[in-house]
């Protein structure tokens, strides 16, 4: 019942993506993630700290009128892991997604450390960062090793 | 195993293997025996950042075993100043050269290049990160002392925070069951993150602002230099680096087969009255250099090191 009225705080979209079951706070950050932040021309919904059975609290972002790719999901992985996708086409669930980092992410997000090779912009070969665990997430750059910070992270998305 | 990036490119068995090989080298090293294994191939020298004993020790050991060099030469006046990509400087390199070893400014440098390269890339150094070449001559240095390597008691010391021999040289010991003392003024310790993956691999590793208190118990003290740099004035330096200096009077009661092991240069760290106990052991060391690259340059090359070397013991 809770999960159904969380679902309804926000009326349902016809077509798009809804992102559920992202940790309570980080919705935000998701939305910068998939560059939904600046952008204008679709509209997005939140809903933010409502009770979840499962984590106790979640957010859920709504996105009308565009259907994740892939590689916008691998982003998502960085914050939300453990989110659950669905497409929604004509006002019902036609696919449902999972976010999945596998273990390695490639030419999503720059390494955080400052004197990393990969710093200097003019670089050519990709940007590679090795998950080491997924839950707490830790992931650490193939090239200087360094463990990375995952706050700073978001900030450091190409 | 392609190059050598890190120690983890390296079994405890490679090592093994390479140390011995290195030992049978030791007549060739010295010059009293010539022995070109390696003739016809040449290493590439990229060193984008200053270097006395690993650029020269490459380049001698390339030498001694009938090989060729090529030096990268002055950063300044090379292309890198007009903003060429490392990716670029080693695909230029990798057409000229058989290996390349390397020591660069940007931690990851050596993982990338190596990313970039068709031949093997021994890393020199890279930032604050890795030289598993030094690793790999001072612990041929401390097998050459003790005739092992598993369950010493291996003191570092001095600045732990900055130094990248260490860092390298602390994962390696770990893998031989030693235990580790680390010896450090607050500032300088041993990164946290470093700690505690050594942590998880089961290490003994105690942290400590004492140095001379701990002495006695070491079978390896390994001393670096403390940079003024690093301190907000000069006071404060003299006030802590004091206590990171070995003069021979602390020596007294040291394990009598004690080695002082240092990366070198020195600055005051080590007064020159120890160069004269039996414990100094660092001119050895960087000889050494020479011996352990000759072992890895073969290696690397796929050239293997004969039993019996003409005017050798072995």
């Known amino acids: ?158 | 195993m392609k190059g050598l990036i890190t120690m983890d490119d390296l079994t405890n068995e490679d090592i093994h293997s390479i140390l011995a090989d290195a030992e049978r080298l030791l007549p060739v090293a010295r010059g009293e025996s010539y022995l070109p294994l390696l003739q016809g191939k040449i290493l590439g020298n990229l060193f984008f950042e200053p270097s006395t004993r690993t650029r020269m020790s490459f380049e001698t050991a390339m030498k001694r075993l009938g090989g060729d060099v090529v030096n990268l030469g002055d950063v300044k006046t090379s292309s890198v100043v007009k903003g060429e990509t490392l990716f670029d400087t080693i695909q230029m390199v990798d057409g000229y050269t058989d290996i390349i070893a390397m020591r660069h400014p940007r931690q990851g440098a050596a993982r990338y290049a190596q990313d970039a390269a068709r031949v093997p890339i021994l890393n020199g150094g890279d930032g604050a990160g890795h030289h598993p070449t030094q690793t790999m001559l001072d612990l041929f240095t401390i097998q050459q002392s003790h005739g092992t390597l598993e369950g010493l008691t291996v003191i570092l010391a001095g600045d732990l925070r900055y130094g990248r021999t260490v860092h390298s040289l602390s994962h390696a010991l770990v893998r031989f069951g030693c235990r580790l003392i680390f010896a450090s003024p607050d500032l300088l310790r041993m990164p946290t993150e470093i700690v505690e993956d050594l942590r998880e691999h089961g290490a003994d590793v105690t942290e400590t602002e004492d140095l001379l208190g701990n002495i006695n118990q070491a079978d390896v003290v390994y001393m670096t230099r403390i940079q003024k740099e690093r301190f907000a004035d000069e006071d404060e330096y003299a006030k802590v680096a004091g206590a990171y200096k070995l003069h021979a009077r602390d020596l007294a009661n040291v394990k009598s087969e004690m080695v002082i092991l240092h990366p070198l240069p020195r600055v005051d760290e080590i007064h020159p009255s120890v160069d004269e106990t039996r414990h100094a052991r660092y001119f050895e060391q960087a000889f050494n250099g020479v011996v352990a690259r000759m072992a890895l340059l073969c290696r690397l090359l796929n050239i293997e090191v004969p039993a019996k070397i003409p005017g050798g013991d072995a």
């Open chain 1, 1 to 158: 019942m809770a999960e159904e009225h969380n679902m309804r705080r926000v009326t349902a979209i016809k077509n798009g993506t809804v992102i559920d079951h992202i940790p309570s706070g980080q919705a935000l950050k998701v939305l910068e993630l998939l560059n939904l932040s600046g952008d204008t021309s679709v509209p997005v919904s939140l809903v933010m700290n409502v009770p979840s059975k499962k984590m106790g609290a979640k957010d859920i972002i709504k996105v009308e009128d565009r259907e994740l790719t892939q590689s916008e999901l691998d982003r998502l992985a960085l914050v939300a892991p453990d989110s659950s996708i669905a497409i929604i086409r004509v006002y019902s669930v036609a696919e449902k997604l999972n976010v999945n980092l596998g273990d390695e992410v490639r030419n999503v997000v720059r390494c955080t450390f400052s004197n990393c090779i990969t710093q200097n912009p003019r670089e050519p070969l990709p940007h590679r960062l090795k998950v080491i665990r997924t839950a707490p997430l830790a992931l650490r750059c193939h090239y200087c090793q360094r463990p990375q910070d995952l706050d700073e992270l978001v900030l450091n998305l190409l």
